[in-house]
């Protein structure tokens, strides 16, 4: 793996680690105003939540991207057919 590369990752993996950070406190925070009794199983409760609503947002977000995909396939085939046929009447 080249140096580059390496660096990316590693700044990739900094950046996770500071979100990371960043929604545990967000977490503690809201546990403690709320309050309710901050542990581990809460935090790790509530990471668990935000972690399924994060990950089907991006599955909605892909189903979108995938539809539309889908459609203008479907415009371009439509498109290429017609071509075809035009192409064969002459």
Do not use: F
């Not at 993996?13 to 967000?26: D, F, G, I, M, V």
């Not at 790790?44 to 599955?59: I, K, P």
């Not at 892909?62 to 889908?70: A, C, F, G, V, Y």
């Amino acid at each position: 793996m080249s140096a580059d590369h390496a660096h990316h990752l590693a700044q990739h993996a900094r950046q996770r680690h500071e979100r990371t950070l960043q929604r545990a406190s967000e977490t503690l925070t809201t546990l403690v105003e709320a309050g309710e009794p901050v542990s581990v199983a809460a935090l790790a409760s509530r990471a668990s939540d935000e972690s399924l609503r994060r990950r089907l947002a991006l599955a909605h977000q892909r189903i979108t991207q995938l539809r539309n995909d889908n459609q203008q396939l479907r415009e371009a085939l439509a498109r290429a057919h017609g071509q075809l046929r035009a192409a064969g009447t002459r």
